[in-house]
């Protein structure tokens, strides 16, 4: 099992950008897949969980919703976060993250594996 997170970068208050979490050797369509964040000093928080295929559930963290959504590629390997309106306070690492559990859930410790962080920084 392998996922990988890319995409993150430095950006301007306001503006986009689209993680990419590519996966391999599970079935991504049974699988719930979240995205992760962690600030320095802070604790990993969940910001976004897509379920399985046949559930469709999708969470978001207050913080987020309304600005962040996360779908499945056409693929069905990919999971994707597009960020928009980021603010400073998005700055993080983002994982992530897949469990078999198969309702969206923003606890870490329910997920199984982990993909390498990529760093997303919203500066003025």
């Known amino acids: 099992v392998q996922l990988q997170a890319f995409g993150g970068g430095l950006v301007q208050p306001g503006d986009s950008l689209r993680l990419s979490c590519a996966t391999s050797?599970?079935?991504?369509?049974?699988?719930?897949i979240g995205w992760f964040r962690q600030a320095p000093g802070k604790e990993r928080e969940g910001v976004a969980c897509?379920?399985?295929?046949?559930?469709?559930?999708?969470y978001y963290a207050a913080s987020v919703k309304g600005r962040f959504t996360i779908s499945r590629g056409a693929s069905k390997r990919t999971v994707y976060l597009q960020m928009n309106d980021l603010k400073p306070e998005d700055t993080a690492v983002y994982y992530c993250?897949?469990?078999?559990?198969?309702?969206?859930?923003?606890?870490?410790?329910?997920?199984?594996?982990w993909g390498q962080g990529t760093q997303v920084t919203v500066f003025q």
């Open positions: 993250a897949a469990t078999s559990v198969s309702s969206p859930s923003r606890y870490t410790y329910e997920y199984d594996y």
């Open positions: 897509l379920s399985s295929v046949s559930d469709g559930s999708t």
């Open positions: 050797g599970f079935p991504l369509d049974h699988w719930t």
